[in-house]
Structures are given as C-alpha cells and as structure tokens.
Nanobody
C-alpha cells in the first residue's frame, strides 16, 4: 500500500518560512507526478506545486514567487519551501502522488486534486500576524 507522510508544519509568524517534507513508500511505478496542496477551513483544496520524475515543475500563479518544490536525491521525498508566509497561508497542507500525466493538467482547475489517487494525512500550517 502506498503511504505518504508529511512533516514540517507548525506555527510561524508572518514573514517567516517553512520547509515541508513528504516521504513516500511503496509507489509501484518509476514515473510519477507529485504535488503539494492546501485546504483552508470552508475552502476547496487547491494545488500549490507539482513535480514529476523528470524534474518538470509547475506552480500556482499566485504562489510561485514564494514557493519552491524539489525532490531529495533518492526521490523518495518531496519538499515544499514557503517563504514570506502570510496569514492567508494558514491551512492544512497535503502531499499527493499519482501517474505522471497528471502533472500536465491545469493546476488551477478546481478539480485538479481529484486526479491524485494517493494522499498523506496532512500537516497544519498556522501563520500569525
């Protein structure tokens, strides 16, 4: 069974930075798309950034100046760095994984997250002013 485990969330003051990690185990395919998402209370889950096994990256337009997605050399861990945090960044952050073709889809689509079959349990990020 594919397992994803996020870590690195917490409470931070506005203007600060966070580094979120997601470890994945037992994924059966060598090609993949990995993504980071977030969901604030009362809002839809939105895509932040994705990366595939070839290193192709895609970002949400409104966040791309403040976030970076990367993979550890072993490619079992995907990282999301978020800088200049704002109160509106407060949300549960999730990582997900699925077939490589998903990375070509529109990250801004309201149903983009529904294409990913595997999800972590989420890590809470709270930004205080």
């Amino acid at each position: 069974q594919v397992q994803l485990v996020e870590s690195g969330g917490g409470s931070v003051q506005s203007g600060g930075s966070l580094r979120l990690s997601c470890a994945v185990s037992k994924y059966p395919l060598s090609s993949y798309c990995r993504g980071w998402f977030r969901q604030a209370p009362g809002k839809e889950r939105e895509g932040i950034a994705v990366i595939d096994n070839e290193g192709f990256e895609k970002y949400r337009d409104s966040l791309k100046s403040r976030v970076t997605i990367s993979q550890e050399s072993s490619k079992n861990t995907v990282i999301l760095e978020v800088n200049n945090l704002k109160s509106e960044d407060t949300a549960m952050y999730y990582c997900a994984k699925g077939p490589r073709y998903i990375c070509a889809y529109n990250i801004h689509g309201e149903n983009f997250y529904r294409h990913f079959p595997y999800w972590g349990q989420g890590t809470q990020v709270t930004v205080s002013s």
